[in-house]
């Protein structure tokens, strides 16, 4: 969009928060770049020039703006609805790959060589993944230094910088102040937080309906590693340094967030999971006039807009969970899911709640004995397949994976049919496209509104609804009264 100088003009002179991320402004003049909807007074547009990401302002010798702070702007809603190269690997370096594997390991897990990946990420985003990922340490260090305590040593390597003075330079040079004076200013602003306890806020696109994408959550909570407790959203973590907890609470601007880390270097990964599993970095008001332009489908989106697609934190627990949930209850799915986090979970203390276990990674299931799972035998067979490919890694369903490639590898699995590879692809995946025409709940809102009910014509009915199917799918199940459709009380 960066390209498109009059639109971006127009964004930039109305302070239009839903471009926030799309692109930003540099101004020649001051030397310091801003989100589209900085409060200040517009600068002149010969001044402006418009740039892909907060990378490319500082690697063009741009600083943060210190009014509107572009850093803490939602993502890119791109890469929510693209499987291309760049947008993987955009995903990936969200994810944190590029500071824990390097740029050969970011390559390597696209399947592409590092001189191709660094061409596309230049091309697009002016910017390559280590000056992206040098934008992102800025960004937690930024976080770090402001909501917490912590000695600036321990932010500066909890933020994935090789050393303090590299810590000390990346920060003077994206913010023009030193850390200390980052801390100065935010020390009237911070909120009290429990020892180890970090309070942030994640900002999201308006508008966001919370009730769906908290209530399925709660609903579909499994015991031990998932709860509601106190108006907040509540679950363990496994992070690549350790693991940790967090609480998730709704907001009418931001999603209030707690987390509790073992190892603050999983900061950044923390917060990408998070803000992937609540979809927040979608543009709802793109999504909804597209699903607005069917008739019968309209009233929904305008009575509530804003729904977002509740996904998850992990591919692989979503991938598993799906299979224990084949043709049963919501209620029958998470005993089984619970028992497996019993028997085979990692242990973690939790003293602000009831969380008690890790969700077992596929390592630590794959020497299940299938005669205890209390299922039948074909699904025994499914679900044992699944772990097994898993755990061998070569199945993969991580923020890398291209969605088609992984719908043909889930299809050629005993026992998965399109109920199961679609809510995979929607809920693990980030599909935005993902669509579920076969599932009962679909089929009778379909039905009630008047839409085709069959899988087949009402698959071609919802061609219309493309590229945001998933979010068409949320509409058509909250016309039920079952409880993942409700905010829990």
Not at 409 to 430: K, N, S
Request: net charge neutral; aromatic share 6%.
């Amino acid at each position: 969009m960066h390209t498109e100088t009059e639109r971006c003009l127009r964004a930039v002179q109305s302070k239009d928060a839903r471009f926030d991320g799309w692109f930003f402004t540099a101004v020649r003049t001051t030397g310091i770049y801003c989100r589209p909807s900085c409060p200040v007074v517009a600068p002149k547009p010969q001044n402006m020039t418009f740039l892909p990401s907060a990378a490319a302002c500082q690697q063009a010798g741009y600083r943060a703006c210190k009014r509107c702070r572009p850093d803490a702007t939602p993502g890119s809603p791109e890469w929510n609805h693209r499987a291309d190269l760049v947008a993987r690997a955009m995903r990936l370096i969200g994810d944190g790959i590029v500071d824990r594997e390097g740029v050969p390991g970011l390559a390597a897990r696209l399947g592409y060589s590092t001189r191709q990946v660094e061409r596309q990420l230049q091309a697009e985003l002016g910017a390559g993944p280590l000056a992206l990922a040098r934008s992102q340490r800025a960004q937690t260090a930024r976080l770090l230094i402001e909501t917490t305590a912590l000695p600036m040593a321990e932010i500066a390597f909890a933020a994935g910088f090789a050393s303090i003075r590299t810590f000390n330079d990346t920060v003077r040079e994206v913010f023009a102040l030193t850390p200390g004076e980052l801390r100065t200013r935010a020390s009237g602003r911070l909120a009290e937080s429990a020892p180890g306890v970090l309070s942030l806020r994640l900002p999201f696109r308006k508008p966001l309906n919370p009730d769906n994408l908290f209530g399925h959550l709660a609903a579909t909570a499994v015991p031990g590693i998932e709860e509601w407790r106190d108006g907040a959203y509540r679950r363990t973590l496994r992070l690549p340094y350790g693991h940790g907890v967090v609480a998730l609470t709704p907001g009418p601007d931001h999603i209030a967030c707690r987390l509790s880390l073992t190892d603050q270097r999983d900061l950044t990964v923390a917060i990408s999971r998070c803000r992937r599993m609540l979809d927040l970095d979608a543009d709802p008001v793109a999504i909804d006039a597209q699903l607005s332009t069917d008739e019968l489908l309209a009233p929904l989106v305008a009575k509530v807009p804003g729904r977002r697609v509740p996904r998850t934190v992990d591919e692989a627990e979503f991938a598993i969970r799906a299979v224990l949930g084949q043709q049963v209850s919501t209620a029958a799915a998470r005993t089984h899911a619970g028992r497996l986090v019993e028997a085979y979970g990692e242990r973690i203390d939790d003293p602000e709640g009831g969380l008690t276990h890790l969700f077992p990674d596929p390592e630590a299931l794959a020497g299940i004995d299938p005669e205890t799972l209390a299922m039948p035998r074909t699904r025994r067979t499914t679900l044992l397949t699944l772990i097994g490919q898993l755990a061998e890694g070569t199945l993969q369903l991580g923020p890398e994976c291209d969605w088609d490639e992984a719908r043909a590898r889930l299809g050629a699995l005993p026992g998965f049919g399109p109920w199961t590879i679609e809510v995979i692809a929607m809920r693990a995946l980030g599909d935005p496209d993902a669509f579920l025409p076969g599932d009962l709940g679909v089929r009778k809102a379909a039905e009630g509104l008047g839409l085709p009910s069959t899988p087949a014509a009402l698959t071609a009915r919802a061609a219309a609804w493309r590229p945001w199917r998933a979010y068409a799918v949320q509409h058509l199940w909250a016309t039920d009264t079952h409880p993942i459709n409700f905010l829990p009380a």
